[in-house]
């Protein structure tokens, strides 16, 4: 089996997503909290230690875990960094697909699919756009040829 694995632009988008949240954090302790109490550069310091973790190491192990695989009968999904997982789906279980875009998604070129099944789905986050749409297509053939047939 041949796994994938996303992008490299999804760990910058999580990256720059850490540095946003971060920059509301500091900027939140900065009206909230008077600058002379010992509380606030508690909670600076925590903020900054829980920045480093988060954008230095959870997130670069969350990308390099995260991988997706299409098989000819299943399409399996690995990750994560605290609980690794590992999800399976029969592709002849498959029900409906959807390619999922936001308003940025033109300027960042990814998407996120959404595969469901009777009582399962499965996400796969942060998908180049035109990979999306590919494995999108290729599941909904499958699912009209299967419709056809029966």
Partial sequence: MNFHSLPKRSLVIWEVLAVVLFGAGIFAAWVLIPQSFLIWYAVIWLLGALFILVAFLYLP???????????????????????????????????????????????LKVSMLL????????????????????????????????????
């Avoid at 390099?64 to 690794?84: E, M, Q, W």
């Avoid at 699912?143 to 056809?148: A, K, V």
């Fill in 61 to 107: 192990l969350l990308y390099l875990s995260f991988s997706y695989c299409l098989s000819d009968t299943d399409i399996i999904v690995k990750g994560g960094v605290v609980f690794y997982k590992m999800r399976f789906l029969k592709r002849d279980k498959v029900s409906f697909v959807s390619v999922y875009n936001t308003p940025l998604t033109p300027f």
């Fill in 115 to 150: 595969i469901t099944a009777p009582g399962a789905h499965l996400v796969i986050p942060f998908l180049a756009q035109d990979e999306a749409d590919r494995i999108a297509d290729a599941l909904n053939r499958r699912l009209s040829s299967h419709d056809n047939d029966h």
